[in-house]
């Protein structure tokens, strides 16, 4: 019997970085291959997540370090911040990437559609444009999306799509959510001077963190300023006649004022309107589509990578996936992605970072079987600051084997430091590893080597 003949082995809709990865791989092993991407190249992390957003927390870090500048011998005058500066300088870097990424199809050889797409079959799909095109196989890469309550009034509100292209900056910022979106957020907007109020429905901030590493970021950001509202949630928001908005919360007898209401309160899978039910594709729960440890959907030739899954949402993750299913379809090798010591950071102010079990995750998995050890120290870089922040450094170890099990820090560039730590974590090193280590000194990232 003759296999069918197909416009391409391999059709992906959405460009992101899941996506291209997959293409530009499968493409390297001399498949056909084709990308439809209904806005631009590059996804969420590099169009409107992630790097734009770490940009606008280097620019907002300037206004701590010019202030401590005077203290070092620096004259600082006239300090003053433009926010539409820092708006497009973010914008034309996104440009930047963006073409970057559209080179990478180009110089693989990847036919890339600006349109959307959907799927009409097991084996095709439908551009915009109406255009049927055929495919061996098809990997849906779109990612998930800004989740918005039904509450009255949300469309006065906005969500991290938008705040990248904020007019001017929002004197009074109020924000929906306690997670790292939204911490990230509340960070930037305080430091460069808008009063911020964190609104959240429980009292919980940063869930799936450590629990000592969530309470010394809640006592620093309090201490900045940063206001928060446990245990309640948006009802409304009105519009009033001079362009301001009150924000009225469940439980509050006052409203909030505000300029800006950014709400962050959690990211769905896209699943919505590609067509999936024409390939009998499954979802979960949350509207994710359901895959096995191969990205193989419900339907054999198609397959699903990145936040679209809702397995972790998270960029590495989906150039992993991506990476690991080209490998496997069309390199010969059966690569698999390993969830375990998947290190994460959130680039709060300060930041904080963790890889492997919180210590509350290894006692209900260990018992007793548990020590943990401890740095609480006065960064270097914080001795001529005003600002009294404590970093926080910690290990979760297992008592009978000496196993590292997490490393959890908070503090100046923790980030940066727990890279390197999580590299120890995943080859299993104990603690006595870290004993054995010498000190890199004066630093920061010396401490994880010093806690007995």
């Not at 079959?121 to 255009?131: E, F, M, Y």
Request: hydrophobic letters at 40%.
């Amino acid at each position: 019997m003759t296999e069918p003949a197909y416009d391409y082995d391999l059709f992906v809709i959405g460009a992101g970085s899941g996506g291209v990865r997959a293409s530009r791989i499968a493409a390297g092993y001399g498949a056909r291959v084709a990308v439809a991407e209904e806005y631009r190249v590059g996804g969420t992390c590099v169009i409107r997540g992630c790097v734009p957003k770490k940009l606008l927390v280097y620019g907002s870090h300037f206004a701590e370090e010019l202030q401590d500048a005077a203290n070092y011998g620096w004259t600082v005058e006239k300090m003053t911040f433009d926010w539409p500066t820092l708006r497009d300088a973010v914008a034309k870097d996104v440009d930047r990437l963006n073409a970057a990424y559209t080179n990478t199809l180009n110089s693989n050889k990847v036919e890339h559609f600006l349109e959307r797409a959907t799927i009409t079959g097991p084996n095709s799909v439908k551009l915009a444009s109406g255009r049927e095109i055929s495919a061996r196989y098809i990997l849906v890469a779109v990612g998930a999306w800004p989740v918005m309550p039904p509450f009255e009034g949300a469309e006065h509100c906005i969500t991290s799509n938008e705040v990248f292209s904020l007019e001017k900056l929002p004197r009074r910022v109020v924000i929906a959510g306690a997670g790292y979106i939204a911490l990230e957020f509340a960070g930037i907007f305080n430091a460069l001077g808008s009063h911020v109020t964190v609104v959240n429905r429980s009292e919980t901030i940063l869930r799936g963190y450590d629990a000592a590493l969530r309470d010394r970021l809640l006592q620093i950001t309090m201490a900045r300023g940063i206001e928060y509202k446990f245990n309640c949630g948006i009802e409304r928001v009105e519009r009033l006649e001079d362009g301001c908005l009150n924000v009225h919360m469940k439980g509050q007898p006052d409203p909030l004022g505000a300029d800006a209401v950014l709400v962050a309160t959690g990211r769905r899978p896209k699943t919505d309107g590609l067509g999936l039910e024409n390939a009998g594709i499954e979802l979960g729960e949350h509207g994710e589509i359901r895959v096995d440890d191969t990205a193989q959907t419900s339907c054999p030739s198609i397959f699903a990578v990145g936040d679209v899954t809702n397995r972790v949402q998270l960029t590495p993750i989906a150039i992993r996936e991506g990476h690991a299913f080209a490998d496997r379809v069309f390199g010969g090798k059966d690569t698999r992605v390993a969830y375990d010591c998947i290190p994460s950071a959130v680039f709060s102010q300060p930041p904080l970072a963790s890889v492997g079990l919180t210590e509350a995750q290894a006692r209900e998995m260990l018992g007793s079987n548990v020590k943990v050890f401890t740095s609480d120290f006065r960064p270097m870089k914080n001795i001529f600051a005003h600002r009294h922040e404590r970093g926080l450094y910690k290990l979760v170890v297992d008592a009978q084997t000496d196993k590292v099990l997490g490393v959890h820090l908070i503090g100046p560039e923790a980030p940066e430091v727990l890279q390197a730590a999580a590299i120890a974590v995943k080859a299993g090193l104990t603690k006595a590893d870290f004993d054995a280590t010498v000190a890199l000194h004066p630093s920061m990232a010396e401490e994880l080597v010093l806690m007995r």
